[in-house]
């Protein structure tokens, strides 16, 4: 069977069969984000909020599966079966574009989350850095050989760029709800109130400090364990702590050159709408470019 090339190239971290096949629920929640925006801990929050503040899960992965990544020894009929088996509402992670989600805004409700392309893309690398050599060499992907090398590859696959502009087109879906990295650090208690309204969740009251506390950076990072996702084999995947890193905006001023910075906000002038860069909060900058 030949997929529509609109499912994306297979890879180990995407399957587009297992997209072809999806089934979405109405009841769905779908978490999609560029790399590095937010993924995980957005993954957290919509547990939380959906358990009630469970902490006893082993793997956030388990809780919250990443919908387009193939496993090793199962194939991907068996995994749309495990799919099927999980109980409403299911949660889902994705790194998918628009055109790659299953059923697009018009069936599952949609949780997105962005974050300044500079800071994704320093902290990409250090997650490439943090892989075990186990995972490298399952995925093939090799060690950076330098920051600079690993910044020309970031800029010309181009993948953060390709995300904001799929999804930007939706921003004010009655389906989608769309946050910035930036404004969940500034204010957590506001940004989780907004996504329990958005998913018609209320938060019972005696469990609303433990929900909070449970997705800050620091209980994040003292249980990275959980969010360190576990291989198919049980195994970690990343290096202690990896994932759960710094958190903090701004944190690209450590790596990038000016000039890198740029190129960064050069590209997002070329390919983003003015409203996209303004929404984004780089659009001071990008006026700024020479
Ligand atoms: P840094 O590498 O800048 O520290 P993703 O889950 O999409 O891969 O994103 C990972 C980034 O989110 C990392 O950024 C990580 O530290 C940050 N992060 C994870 N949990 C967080 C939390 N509770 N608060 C703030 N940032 C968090």
Not at 50 to 62: L, M, N, P, T
Not at 230 to 246: S, V
């Amino acid at each position: 069977e030949t997929l529509d090339s609109r499912w994306g190239e297979a890879s180990p971290t995407h399957d587009p069969q297992i997209l072809a096949h999806f089934r979405p629920r109405s009841t769905d929640v779908l978490i999609t984000t560029p790399p590095k925006a937010g993924t995980t801990w957005m993954q957290q929050i919509l547990y939380q909020l959906h358990s009630g503040g469970d902490a006893g899960f082993s793997s956030i992965d388990a809780v919250v599966p990443w919908l387009e990544r193939p496993r090793v020894g199962i194939s991907w009929q068996d995994r749309l079966a495990q799919y099927e088996a999980m109980p409403d509402p299911r949660l889902f992670k994705t790194h998918c574009t628009y055109p790659q989600t299953p059923g697009g805004v018009e069936v599952a409700r949609i949780v997105l989350t962005s974050r300044d392309p500079r800071d994704c893309c320093v902290s990409f690398y250090h997650h490439l850095l943090d892989f075990t050599d186990e995972m490298r060499a399952r995925v093939g992907i090799p060690r950076p050989e330098s920051f600079d090398a690993y910044f020309e590859d970031w800029l010309a696959i181009g993948t953060w760029y390709r995300n904001v502009q799929s999804w930007w087109p939706y921003r004010n879906h009655p389906n989608l709800l769309w946050l910035r990295y930036e404004d969940m650090k500034r204010d957590l208690p506001a940004s989780i109130d907004r996504i329990a309204a958005f998913l018609g969740l209320s938060i019972d009251a005696d469990r609303r400090p433990i929900i909070l506390e449970q997705c800050s950076f620091d209980w994040m990072k003292k249980h990275a364990d959980k969010f360190t996702r576990q291989g198919d084999d049980g195994k970690h995947q990343f290096k202690p702590g990896g994932l759960i890193r710094q958190g903090r905006v701004g944190d690209y001023r450590a790596l990038l050159s000016p000039e890198q910075e740029q190129r960064i906000l050069a590209q997002a002038r070329a390919q983003l709408k003015p409203e996209a860069l303004i929404f984004l909060g780089i659009a001071d900058q990008v006026a700024g470019l020479r």
